[in-house]
């Protein structure tokens, strides 16, 4: 995504096959690094560096991106001007963080 502080996994499958052992309706991964950075993709995961002063905030916001479909608000964002999530997606009705 052309940032280095941009973090996602690079193995979906196995991340699935480990959640799948317990029910959950979100999935968050705290990745023990100082660098700042994270990411999240909307009704898939959200992952956070744990070990940087403002990964509370990166946790909140990585958050609103997997759970809520949020787009960014950075003003160098196109995000925020293209697709949301639909009118009628319905609301998950539990949160369940694997840590």
């Not at 699935?16 to 660098?35: E, F, K, S, T």
């Not at 946790?59 to 160098?76: K, P, V």
Request: aromatic share 12%; proline share 5%; glycine share 10%.
């Amino acid at each position: 995504m052309g940032t280095e502080r941009y973090l996602l996994t690079e193995d979906n499958r196995s991340l699935r096959d480990i959640a799948a052992h317990v029910p959950y309706d979100a999935l968050h991964i705290m990745v023990n690094r100082a660098r700042y950075g994270g990411g999240g993709i909307y009704n898939l995961y959200a992952a956070f560096t744990s070990d940087n002063p403002l990964a509370d905030y990166v946790f909140l916001h990585e958050s609103g991106h997997s759970f809520a479909g949020l787009a960014d608000e950075y003003y160098t964002s196109l995000q925020g001007l293209r697709g949301r999530r639909p009118a009628d997606d319905p609301p998950l009705r539990r949160l369940i963080f694997l840590i």
